[in-house]
């Protein structure tokens, strides 16, 4: 983690002269903020190029074809969308994005391919299981075509659904995780379709299992190795290399399996070598470091009589949520162009090294390529009071001893004493508690302590925010005296990694971007879970606790977007609390504007409640029963009886989430 501060401080030092000191809140908004301004604070530059960008409306404008042209106003979309009947949340997938994110990594492969005069070609697949949403994965394979764009499969049911998704024999269908007997057979017939399956063996066992059923079915298939990399990964992920990694053969194994196909006159059929080190690799020298290591693996596989030919270098191909292009866990330090080149680069050196012909190399980069196409947009219900804004008056004489004093301190915040001023108000502030615990503090006198107290940390916050070093008890301050906003979303439908994993996501509002976000909040969920909630935001430095947003308004929606969580988000998410999934559009661009390809609607109440047994039907009859006792005992009106039925009925057929009317 050490080196890891250490470069993102570099590049902090570099962006630190850029960075204005107008982040700091004002309560009025600032009559010079401009859209720029916005732009440098959501650092939507960083992690949106060249997708999302800001209009002069103060809008975020969508260009899902990145620099070739055509774009949209997201808000206006929204209002579209809302005209249609499409509630919020709504997730907002642009197939264009996908499309463009395809080609992007493949120009990256073909233009190292040619820098390094590589004797290979690059055939990437797509990991199942980071979306395996079906108009996705059909979107994939037909923008994959012209690449040869295949997938890869790590359980049985996404095998099943590569199986029928794909339709090129150039396209690989790469077979990894834990495979039973139908698993590998389903795999193996399918070359009898035409497909290209590569069954990767992951564990020891595997290896028998495969030998048999070449035997049973008459089949020679193409197998590839998983190898359990000594070279560690890092972060979140690391744990999938080493060797304690969950998958693949340690090198002992690796032999061992070498031998049985040997024994089953089989190593013509071993011809690919895997490693996956994990995902979201935010340092390319741990990359780098994996190559080199499989290289060796690779080169010595084909001089023990493998018949070597394909290379597959597995995912983390990591995405730039911070945009800050560091090795923060948040970040990464390389393009797709760096990626392409080593991978390239290293593995020419180590074939001709040994007079090799080079493999044709393999990457199943799934958050690289499905990050980007979705937006989440959702709306904001209300917010909480910020503490600490009510005026204050000066105390009387009758008033407590601990108010006056707590005042004393109140008016003598300055720059000087400001951290030893908070020790003294949190001192006050607790011994108030502690006698009123004691009934020597009335509640009303409590009521005024605590309102001092949060206004002397108020006065605290504004001098602190100015300054370049903030002692370390402070930092709470901000996250303290945040205003909550409440969304009309669960975090764990949603984005369930931020709860899980603190991953970090760019949040920020989709309009009023013209306008200073003049309030700091953070998010709270509809769940009643206290860990339904976004408290880290992405940030130049590290994270930070609160989210510059704007006051909500009484006539007007407010609408914030959650991007770059096209990947992993939508399976993982839950069903806490009964929240579904929400609305889901597809957007393609024509060239007359845009064409909502696809409406897949979020689930309604009654299809959460069937997911834990309960028959709508049933409910709503329970309910009309009890009405009707209630009528005849006389405690309930006809017309209350026929509202509450009402209600009932149209919710079991509606949208698990709060609608704005
Ligand atoms: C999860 C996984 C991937 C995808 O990794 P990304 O970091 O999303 O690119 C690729 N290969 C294997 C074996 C995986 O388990």
Same mark, same amino acid.
């Given at each position: 983690?050490?080196?890891?501060?250490?470069?993102?401080?570099?590049?902090?030092?570099? +962006?630190?002269?850029?960075?204005?000191?107008?982040?700091?809140?004002?309560?009025?908004?600032?009559?010079?903020?401009?859209?720029?301004?916005?732009?440098?604070?959501? /650092?939507?530059?960083?992690?949106?190029?060249?997708?999302?960008?800001?209009?002069?409306?103060?809008?975020?404008?969508?260009?899902?074809?990145?620099?070739?042209?055509?774009?949209?106003?997201?808000?206006?979309?929204?209002?579209?969308?809302?005209?249609?009947?499409?509630?919020?949340?709504? +997730?907002?997938?642009?197939?264009?994005?996908?499309?463009?994110?395809?080609?992007?990594?493949?120009?990256?492969?073909?233009?190292?391919? @040619?820098?390094?005069?590589?004797?290979?070609?690059?055939?990437?697949?797509?990991?199942?299981?980071?979306?395996?949403? /079906?108009?996705?994965?059909?979107?994939?394979?037909? %923008?994959?075509?012209?690449?040869?764009?295949?997938?890869?499969?790590?359980?049985?049911?996404?095998?099943?659904?590569?199986?029928?998704?794909?339709?090129?024999?150039?396209? +690989?269908?790469?077979?990894?995780?834990?495979?039973?007997?139908?698993?590998?057979?389903?795999?193996?017939?399918?070359?009898?379709?035409?497909?290209?399956?590569?069954?990767?063996?992951?564990?020891?066992?595997?290896?028998?299992? #495969?030998?048999?059923?070449?035997?049973?079915?008459?089949?020679?298939?193409?197998?590839?190795?998983? @190898?359990?990399?000594?070279?560690?990964?890092?972060?979140?992920?690391?744990?999938?290399?080493?060797?304690?990694?969950?998958?693949?053969?340690?090198?002992?194994?690796?032999?061992?399996?070498?031998?049985?196909?040997?024994?089953?006159?089989?190593?013509?059929?071993?011809?690919?070598?895997?490693?996956?080190?994990?995902?979201?690799?935010?340092?390319?020298?741990?990359?780098?470091?994996?190559?080199?290591? @499989?290289?060796?693996?690779?080169?010595?596989?084909?001089?023990?009589?493998?018949?070597?030919?394909?290379?597959?270098?597995?995912?983390?191909?990591?995405?730039?949520?911070?945009?800050?292009?560091?090795?923060?866990?948040? $970040?990464?330090?390389?393009?797709?162009?760096?990626?392409?080149?080593?991978? #390239?680069?290293?593995?020419?050196?180590?074939?001709?090294?040994?007079?090799?012909?080079?493999?044709?190399?393999?990457?199943?980069?799934?958050?690289?390529? @499905?990050?980007?196409?979705?937006?989440?947009?959702?709306?904001?219900?209300?917010?909480?009071?910020?503490?600490?804004?009510?005026?204050?008056?000066?105390?009387?004489?009758?008033?407590?001893?601990?108010?006056?004093?707590?005042?004393?301190?109140?008016?003598?915040?300055?720059?000087?004493?400001?951290?030893?001023?908070?020790?003294?108000?949190?001192?006050?502030?607790?011994?108030?508690?502690?006698?009123?615990?004691?009934?020597?503090?009335?509640?009303?006198?409590?009521?005024?302590?605590?309102?001092?107290?949060?206004?002397?940390?108020?006065?605290?916050?504004?001098?602190?925010?100015?300054?370049?070093?903030?002692?370390?008890?402070?930092?709470?301050?901000?996250?303290?005296?945040?205003?909550?906003?409440?969304?009309?979303? $669960?975090?764990?439908?949603?984005?369930?990694?931020?709860?899980?994993?603190?991953?970090?996501?760019?949040?920020?509002?989709?309009?009023?971007?013209?306008?200073?976000?003049?309030? /700091?909040?953070?998010?709270?969920?509809?769940?009643?879970?206290?860990?339904?909630?976004?408290?880290? %935001?992405?940030?130049?430095?590290?994270?930070?606790?609160?989210?510059?947003?704007?006051?909500?308004?009484?006539?007007?929606?407010?609408?914030?977007?959650?991007?770059?969580?096209?990947?992993?988000?939508?399976?993982?998410?839950?069903?806490?609390?009964?929240?579904?999934?929400?609305?889901?559009?597809?957007?393609? &661009?024509?060239?007359?504007?845009?064409?909502?390809?696809?409406?897949?609607?979020?689930?309604? &109440?009654?299809?959460?409640? $069937?997911?834990?047994?309960?028959?709508?039907?049933?409910?709503?009859?329970?309910?009309?029963?009890?009405?009707?006792?209630?009528?005849?005992?006389?405690?309930?009106?006809?017309?209350?009886?026929? +509202?509450?039925?009402?209600?009932?009925?149209?919710?079991?057929?509606?949208?698990?989430?709060?609608?704005?009317?």
């Amino acid at each position: 983690m050490e080196t890891t501060r250490q470069s993102r401080e570099q590049v902090l030092q570099a +962006l630190r002269s850029q960075v204005t000191s107008d982040q700091a809140v004002a309560a009025t908004p600032s009559p010079h903020w401009t859209i720029e301004k916005s732009e440098e604070l959501y /650092r939507i530059k960083g992690w949106g190029e060249p997708y999302f960008s800001i209009n002069a409306a103060g809008h975020i404008t969508v260009s899902p074809k990145g620099d070739r042209g055509g774009s949209l106003d997201l808000y206006h979309l929204v209002e579209s969308l809302k005209k249609r009947n499409l509630d919020l949340p709504i +997730l907002i997938r642009f197939s264009d994005i996908l499309e463009d994110r395809i080609e992007q990594l493949n120009a990256c492969f073909a233009k190292a391919i @040619a820098r390094y005069s590589y004797n290979g070609v690059y055939r990437g697949v797509f990991p199942v299981k980071c979306n395996q949403q /079906r108009h996705l994965v059909e979107d994939l394979v037909r %923008f994959g075509r012209p690449h040869q764009f295949g997938l890869e499969a790590g359980s049985k049911p996404e095998l099943l659904i590569a199986l029928a998704t794909l339709d090129s024999p150039e396209s +690989l269908l790469i077979c990894n995780g834990y495979k039973d007997r139908e698993y590998i057979e389903t795999a193996m017939l399918s070359q009898r379709l035409g497909q290209t399956p590569i069954i990767v063996l992951e564990q020891p066992d595997e290896v028998e299992l #495969v030998i048999k059923a070449s035997q049973r079915l008459h089949i020679r298939p193409i197998l590839g190795v998983r @190898a359990k990399l000594s070279s560690k990964g890092v972060g979140r992920w690391g744990g999938s290399a080493g060797d304690r990694a969950k998958f693949g053969l340690a090198i002992p194994e690796l032999l061992s399996a070498v031998e049985q196909l040997k024994q089953a006159d089989m190593l013509d059929c071993l011809q690919l070598l895997h490693f996956h080190i994990g995902s979201q690799i935010s340092a390319i020298s741990v990359i780098k470091d994996a190559l080199r290591e @499989a290289c060796q693996i690779y080169v010595e596989l084909s001089a023990l009589g493998a018949k070597m030919g394909f290379l597959d270098v597995g995912g983390g191909l990591g995405i730039d949520y911070d945009g800050s292009k560091t090795n923060f866990y948040a $970040s990464k330090n390389y393009s797709i162009q760096n990626y392409a080149n080593d991978v #390239v680069a290293e593995v020419q050196e180590a074939c001709s090294a040994r007079n090799l012909p080079v493999p044709t190399l393999i990457s199943e980069s799934g958050r690289a390529i @499905a990050s980007h196409q979705s937006i989440l947009v959702f709306d904001v219900l209300g917010t909480s009071d910020k503490p600490g804004l009510a005026a204050i008056e000066p105390p009387h004489e009758d008033d407590h001893a601990l108010l006056r004093e707590l005042y004393d301190t109140y008016d003598s915040v300055h720059l000087k004493n400001y951290q030893e001023a908070y020790h003294d108000a949190v001192q006050f502030k607790d011994e108030a508690i502690s006698l009123f615990n004691f009934g020597y503090v009335s509640l009303t006198e409590r009521a005024k302590i605590e309102r001092l107290y949060w206004a002397c940390c108020r006065r605290i916050l504004d001098l602190v925010r100015h300054e370049d070093y903030v002692p370390d008890d402070l930092e709470d301050l901000d996250r303290n005296l945040a205003s909550i906003y409440y969304i009309n979303l $669960s975090v764990f439908q949603s984005m369930p990694d931020a709860w899980a994993i603190d991953q970090l996501f760019p949040i920020m509002p989709i309009h009023r971007l013209d306008e200073e976000p003049v309030n /700091r909040g953070t998010l709270a969920d509809l769940t009643c879970d206290s860990d339904g909630k976004i408290d880290q %935001f992405i940030d130049l430095r590290d994270v930070k606790p609160v989210l510059e947003l704007h006051p909500v308004t009484e006539h007007e929606p407010y609408y914030l977007g959650l991007f770059l969580g096209g990947a992993y988000q939508e399976i993982m998410g839950n069903l806490h609390n009964l929240f579904g999934d929400t609305n889901t559009v597809h957007i393609h &661009m024509t060239p007359k504007g845009y064409h909502i390809e696809h409406v897949v609607k979020g689930d309604t &109440m009654t299809e959460v409640l $069937s997911y834990v047994q309960y028959d709508s039907d049933d409910l709503i009859e329970n309910i009309r029963r009890r009405s009707e006792h209630a009528l005849q005992d006389g405690t309930i009106t006809i017309e209350e009886a026929q +509202l509450l039925l009402q209600h009932y009925e149209h919710s079991l057929n509606h949208y698990t989430y709060l609608s704005s009317d």
